[in-house]
């Protein structure tokens, strides 16, 4: 299996540290607003791989973190905390926004079929972790405090831009260089591990009183920097090394190079043997942007017609490493493909048999850097096929374990109806059994013809007596 390793610039063989089993960690969400579809992108991509490498026999402990304390309006530490932020605009404390927004971004990822990680983790829930990540750093001389903020000092630990393959001094590429004006930093660009309440936070929302040994300090309450978060958390959930850290491609420079300092010299080990960096989403060929008004929700994208399954499966056509440019027709010719695929099967014989001649085609696009686009080119190449239909239909199922596209036959499939939209349904399906059982059956296929007309759904009769309903793709 090869994977393309960030931190060498090039493919290499996947070993993972125990043969069978893989620990993966992936940066989640700030959530102090709408998750929109790039981010949801992120979530999507790392779902495939995680996917991807279960059904290919590893064992995987999977990481995710929700930012809900200390990232900054700049990731270079400056400007006002996200969270605080957010909560001043909606009127709200930050843990009614943090969960509010958690809950909308989990509500999402459960209609994008996104599967759960092995350990969910929020940052306000890992204080004393980071608190005692920080202290090793002092302890071992790797950081320094002023009277704004601890710092960790870049120029002890050689391997700093390893990742971001940057030069320091010129700025190139924005590394380091950020904070509040502070004269006590000993470089411009070395990087807060810790801040404390004074200075631009002052008015800090969020903190907490701790003491740390060895240093100067001016007040107790403080918070911790953005980038100390994701450390503290993935030691604590996958121990350290792990072997897989995977992120968007904007993290390289700052967030992901100063995780590998703090980490690798705070706790004495090196912190990820493989570095996955997505790239990102792009609107009709452009960065997403508000003034633009290009920044698209879930719940815009079903307000348009389209299954939340559509959009992932848009996102299964391009690699993780490639951009990929949104546009409404790109998305609705995945939503033909998917109706498409999705018809086919429906009608297709049950009980057949993994063809291994595709099976082997699809591990070897898996085993490819996560070939996902060349993995659902293997599904078409099967029906296109002279293999039997149950074969194909068995085989196709067998592939939707990575693609996560709810292709089971018969299956319910509704659109993301509203509550209300549901209880409606379930309320005509449940008039049309009554009908049925007085033999009113005029008015049980009224009631059929409403369900169609109304809400796009078909009703199938079992011999039971009981009756499915799915949406008509």
Not at 194 to 221: C, M, R, V, Y
């Amino acid at each position: 299996m090869q994977i393309y390793n960030t931190l060498t610039r090039k493919l290499e063989e996947f070993k993972p540290i125990n043969p069978s089993n893989v620990t993966f960690y992936q940066c989640g969400p700030t959530v102090y607003s709408h998750q929109h579809i790039g981010n949801l992108f992120s979530a999507v991509k790392g779902d495939l791989i995680r996917r991807s490498l279960q059904f290919l026999g590893y064992d995987v402990k999977y990481t995710r973190n929700i930012t809900d304390v200390g990232h900054l309006v700049s990731d270079g530490d400056e400007g006002e905390d996200k969270i605080a932020k957010g909560a001043k605009r909606e009127g709200l404390s930050p843990k009614e926004i943090t969960e509010k927004y958690t809950k909308i971004y989990h509500d999402d990822l459960t209609k994008l079929n996104v599967e759960k990680p092995t350990f969910e983790t929020k940052a306000t829930e890992y204080i004393d972790q980071m608190v005692e990540l920080v202290q090793n750093l002092i302890n071992k001389g790797f950081a320094y405090a002023t009277d704004k903020a601890i710092y960790f000092e870049v120029d002890k630990f050689p391997k700093y831009n390893e990742l971001n393959r940057q030069n320091l001094e010129k700025n190139i590429g924005g590394a380091g260089h950020g904070g509040e004006d502070d004269p006590g930093k000993k470089k411009p660009y070395d990087f807060a591990v810790w801040f404390f309440k004074t200075g631009s936070h002052a008015n800090a929302l969020q903190t907490w009183e701790k003491k740390f040994k060895g240093i100067d300090q001016p007040i107790l309450a403080g918070f911790p920097g953005w980038h100390i978060e994701c450390s503290a958390m993935a030691e604590d959930t996958l121990g350290q090394p792990i072997d897989i850290h995977m992120g968007g491609v904007e993290h390289i420079q700052v967030h992901h190079t100063n995780e590998i300092a703090q980490s690798e010299c705070g706790y004495g080990k090196k912190f990820a043997n493989y570095w996955l960096h997505h790239e990102m989403l792009l609107i009709d060929g452009g960065k997403m942007s508000k003034s633009l008004g290009n920044i698209y929700t879930l719940d815009q994208l079903i307000e348009k017609g389209y299954d939340p399954l559509d959009y992932r499966y848009f996102l299964l056509q391009a690699h993780y490493r490639s951009r990929q440019n949104f546009t409404w027709e790109a998305l609705e010719g995945a939503k033909s493909a998917r109706k498409k695929l999705v018809a086919t099967l429906r009608e297709m014989q049950k009980g057949g048999k993994i063809l291994s001649e595709y099976k082997k085609k699809f591990d070897e696009s898996l085993e490819t850097d996560f070939n996902l686009p060349q993995a659902l080119a293997v599904v078409w190449d099967i029906l296109k096929s002279e293999e039997p239909d149950a074969d194909k239909r068995a085989t196709i199922l067998e592939f939707d374990k990575v693609l996560g596209l709810k292709l089971t036959t018969n299956e319910v499939m509704p659109r993301v109806f509203t509550d209300d939209q549901y209880n409606q349904i379930e309320d005509l399906i449940e008039q049309r059994a009554i009908a049925k059982k007085s033999n009113d059956f005029e008015t049980a296929d009224k009631i059929r013809t409403l369900l169609k007309s109304k809400y796009n759904v078909l009703v199938q009769d079992k011999q039971d007596g009981e009756s499915d309903w799915f949406e008509d793709l």
